[in-house]
T-cell receptor, first 114, second 116 residues
Framework: NAGVTQTPKFQVLKTGQSMTLQCAQDMNHNSMYWYRQDPGMGLRLIYYSASEGTTDKGEVPNGYNVSRLNKREFSLRLESAAPSQTSVYFCASSVIQANQETQYFGPGTRLLVL | AQKITQTQPGMFVQEKEAVTLDCTYD???????LFWYKQPSSGEMIFLIY??????QNATEGRYSLNFQKARKSANLVISASQLGDSAMYFC?????????????FGPGTSLSVIP
């Protein structure tokens, strides 16, 4: 049981380049999330997915697209990277069991856009 | 408007003492959930404790307890018997709505330093 995994761990892009951040969870959770964390700040929600095939915008969706092709995987795509997208990106999944909700995070992807 | 407020950007506590980290929230939804997370310098996010809006009792998890005051819309985290390993950023978060289909919003965080 690996929990939530993210690839890559680190990435350097040039302005205008594109890339996809991958996220997978093996806990059979319906809900998955993408957050970004800028230095000295809390997490901000980019997109979330309530279930396979559905996605919704969070607080800061501009410049990103997501894809939830199956229950396990939720990817985040930067079509044309900008320096303002330099951040640490966290993927998470969550579950509610017996009225107790728990959110599990991946280790994060550190992205630098030059 | 700020949904989650953490007014203490930085806190210090003596080892073995208890410490309270403040969190206030704003919602008009009667159904919501409150979370606390720890982020050590290594960067990972660690789930600590959860409180549902309908829970009658304060949540506890080992040395962590959540002081839930619904009328005041506060959800303070209490760490008892602080340890050096508790030094980290602590984030309060809220999910509005009944199911995890709804968004989870984070506060700005409090940096806790435990002094030997």
């Amino acid at each position: 049981n690996a929990g939530v995994t993210q690839t890559p761990k680190f990435q350097v892009l040039k302005t205008g380049q594109s890339m996809t951040l991958q996220c997978a969870q093996d806990m059979n959770h319906n809900s998955m999330y993408w957050y970004r964390q800028d230095p000295g700040m809390g997490l901000r929600l980019i997109y979330y997915s309530a279930s396979e095939g559905t996605t919704d915008k969070g607080e800061v969706p501009n410049g990103y697209n997501v894809s939830r092709l199956n229950k396990r995987e939720f990817s985040l795509r930067l079509e044309s990277a900008a320096p303002s997208q330099t951040s640490v990106y966290f993927c998470a999944s969550s579950v509610i069991q017996a009225n107790q909700e728990t959110q599990y995070f991946g280790p994060g992807t550190r992205l630098l856009v030059l | 408007a700020q949904k989650i407020t953490q007014t203490q950007p930085g806190m210090f506590v003596q080892e073995k003492e208890a410490v309270t980290l403040d969190c206030t929230y704003d919602t008009s939804d009667p159904s919501y959930g409150l979370f606390w997370y720890k982020q050590p310098s290594s960067g990972e996010m660690i789930f600590l404790i959860y409180q549902g809006s309908y829970d009658q009792q304060n949540a506890t998890e080992g040395r962590y307890s959540l002081n839930f005051q619904k009328a005041r819309k506060s959800a303070n985290l209490v760490i008892s018997a602080s340890q050096l390993g508790d030094s980290a950023m602590y984030f309060c978060a809220m999910r509005e709505g009944r199911t995890s289909y709804d968004k989870v919003i984070f506060g700005p965080g409090t940096s806790l330093s435990v002094i030997p």
